[in-house]
């Protein structure tokens, strides 16, 4: 697997863009039982969600939210 910082470390170049001079990658992630999914527009909202966070933080990273983590 590649991490997101490998992607970066291919120096494809990534010509007219503000935020790198390479292509970067950045991903929403969302794990969830599938009982716990309400709908599949919700199901991606929440990775959306989480991929302009990933974004926000500084891009070149996964952002992820996982069910397990709420009671």
Known sequence: ???VI???NLNI???NNSASAFVTASFG???KHAKD???EDDLYKEVDD???????????RVCA???ENEN
Do not use: M, W
């Open 37 to 39: 999914i309400k709908s």
């Open 6 to 8: 490998d992607i970066q």
């Open 50 to 60: 989480n991929l302009y966070k990933a974004k926000d933080k500084g891009r070149n």
């Open 29 to 31: 992630l969302v794990c």
């Open 13 to 15: 170049e990534h010509k």
């Open 1 to 3: 697997f590649l991490l």
């Open 65 to 67: 939210e996982s069910s």
